[in-house]
């Protein structure tokens, strides 16, 4: 469908998370889940948002990668929380499942999600985008802090 409304298909790593976001589907349209506001995120934006919209210099799967986002996160959780929440998850997370730059992402999707609305905005900005089934479609970030 991609191929023939865009003129490309999805990328693997987009097709291998199909299963999952139909899961997800399926929670949100759940009588007991579809009052709640639910939002959507990307972490690489999120990064940046709190980076003061500086994209981050490194691939999030490199060491240095990873010590750019950890830096970030360390001024919205504390070091030792970081810490012991990355050391759970390794310990109880295979590796083959879930990646470090994985749970790291997870980590600022965290972080969004804390936010009350004055700390956050959506794309599209605006209005309001509905799917089929009338859940939002939205992308939201942290509002970038502006360095006094």
């Known amino acids: 469908m991609s191929k023939a409304h865009c ?11 199909l299963p999952k976001i139909r899961e997800t589907e399926a929670l949100l349209r759940s009588s007991r889940h579809y009052p709640l506001d639910w939002f959507e995120t990307h972490p690489e934006l999120c990064f940046s948002s709190l980076n003061r919209s500086v994209p981050m210099l490194s691939n999030k799967k490199t060491d ?25 998850l390794m310990i ?35 209005r309001r985008e509905l799917d089929e089934v009338g859940l939002p479609m939205r992308i939201c970030y942290p509002l970038p802090v502006v360095s006094k």
């Open 7 to 17: 003129g490309k298909g999805v990328s693997k790593q987009a097709f291998y998370l």
């Open 64 to 88: 240095a990668g990873y010590r750019e986002r950890r830096q970030i996160l360390g001024r919205h959780i504390p070091a030792r929380t970081i810490d012991r929440l990355l050391r759970n």
């Open 92 to 126: 109880s997370v295979p590796r083959a499942r879930c990646a470090r730059d994985d749970m790291i992402d997870a980590l600022v999707c965290g972080v969004v999600a804390r936010l009350d609305a004055g700390g956050r905005d959506c794309l599209p900005q605006g």
